[in-house]
């Protein structure tokens, strides 16, 4: 095959990936939303855009994260827009550039590497909401405390995270395994 053909049929597959990615965090939290409890514990929107950095490279996955919430609230007016869509918006868009950038920049092959762009990627994206959210509550002339922070970043989310670090490996790997994964731009 020629170059030319090449990078058309990586940036189609890029594409692909990606538009499956955003409707999967579109749709999702459906599963969860009649309890929306249970939906903050779960994450459903962060396996996609995960999912979207790792295969498809950090401009593909940081796209999908900006959109996921956004599109999501605009549509069905979940999660709300202000506070909670505009700070899943950075958190997501985080994920998914750290995750993507990371992957493709480190060496070897398998759930090691898929690990060591994913545990920093999920704690980069923590971090960028809690400091969007300390943000927003100044602006609003409320509190944004640490406490507040590790509730939602850490407390509530842990079974998302857990669902995450076993589910997001595993996927990854099946994609690679089956198909030519495709390279960061």
Known sequence: MNAAKTRSSLFIRKLT??????????????????????????????????????????????VVGVLSPLL????????????????????????GAVAGALYRGLPGRGAGRVYAALLPAMVAGRLVW?????????????????????????????????LQLVLIPLLVLAVERHTAAPQAD
């Open 17 to 62: 990936y990606s538009a499956l990615c955003l409707a999967l965090a579109i749709v999702l939290p459906f599963l969860t939303g009649q309890i929306p409890q249970i939906g903050s514990m779960l994450c459903p929107m962060h396996i996609p855009v995960l999912l979207c950095g790792l295969l498809c490279g950090w401009p593909w996955g940081l």
């Open 72 to 95: 999501r609230s605009v549509l069905f007016g979940m999660p709300p827009m202000f506070p909670i869509g505009v700070s899943m918006a950075f958190e997501l868009a985080m994920y």
């Open 130 to 162: 809690g400091l969007v959210r300390f943000l927003i509550a100044g602006l609003q002339h409320t509190q944004f405390t640490l406490e507040l922070f590790l509730a939602g970043a850490v407390t509530t989310a842990l079974p998302g995270i857990v």
